[in-house]
């Protein structure tokens, strides 16, 4: 069975500083891809940055990198220079190979993120 | 480009009644997955459509269906509405590969009283 782990419900960040938030997963598919969305108050899920299984480098987009360790198997997620506008819930999925995943991904709990002035 | 629009954005409804909800996917995107997220159960995948078709269901009773249309656009439909449904639905559509980000809409929040 696949799953997410997210074990920080809650975290504070100062302005300005980096945050990592944590993310392991468990799979059995050789292939699958892992994925970070953000969900402020008004719900809406933003995609922020995506990680395939066989990518050699780890994904960045802009302030967003994702800390992948496969052996690990965790898909941290740093957030770079925090700003105000970061404050939302973290959700870290997952999407397996075959049919049985198609159009399907796992969620974890999420971290909700509060950034400090 | 617009984003995926979700109609609409707040319901109330009652017990024993039935909802439905609708979903523009991005233009272009031929496949629309649908979630359902609680507090208590956080997010769960409901099922989702390609090409008019359902390709993939997630562990949900019957009473929850839907359905595409030949332009893409999806409805998702709760029958004998039950206090438990009260949660907020999200949909999210991509181009229809399984290696594909989705896009998610800023959901349908639906209470049951």
């Known amino acids: 069975a696949q799953k997410i782990t997210q074990t920080q419900p809650g975290m504070f960040v100062q302005e300005k500083e980096a945050v990592t938030l944590d993310c392991t997963y468990d799979?059995?598919?050789?292939?699958?891809?892992l994925f970070w969305y953000k969900q402020p108050s008004s719900g809406e899920m933003i995609f922020l940055i995506y990680q395939g299984s066989y990518d050699q480098q780890n994904a960045t987009e802009g302030r967003y990198s994702l800390n992948f360790q496969k052996a690990r198997k965790s898909a941290n997620l740093v957030i770079s220079a925090s700003q105000l506008g970061d404050s939302a819930m973290y959700f870290c999925?997952?999407?397996?190979?075959?049919?049985?995943?198609?159009?399907?991904?796992?969620f974890g709990q999420g971290t909700t993120l509060q950034v400090k002035p | 480009k617009a984003g995926v629009t979700q109609t609409p954005r707040y319901l109330i409804k009652t017990r024993g009644q039935q909802v439905t909800l609708s979903c523009s996917p991005i233009?272009?995107?031929?496949?629309v997955s649908w979630y359902q997220q609680t507090p208590g159960q956080g997010l769960q995948f409901l099922f989702e459509y390609f090409s008019e078709t359902q390709r993939n269901k997630g562990n949900f009773p019957g009473r929850f269906s839907g359905r595409q249309f030949s332009n893409s656009r999806s409805e998702m439909n709760v029958s004998t509405l039950e206090l438990g449904d009260s949660a907020l639905y999200l949909c999210a559509s991509s181009p229809g590969q399984t290696e594909n980000i989705q896009y998610f809409g800023a959901g349908t929040r639906l209470s049951v009283l």
């Open positions: 999925a997952m999407r397996g190979a075959g049919s049985s995943n198609t159009g399907k991904l796992i």
């Open positions: 233009s272009g995107h031929r496949s």
């Open positions: 799979t059995s598919d050789p292939s699958y891809g």
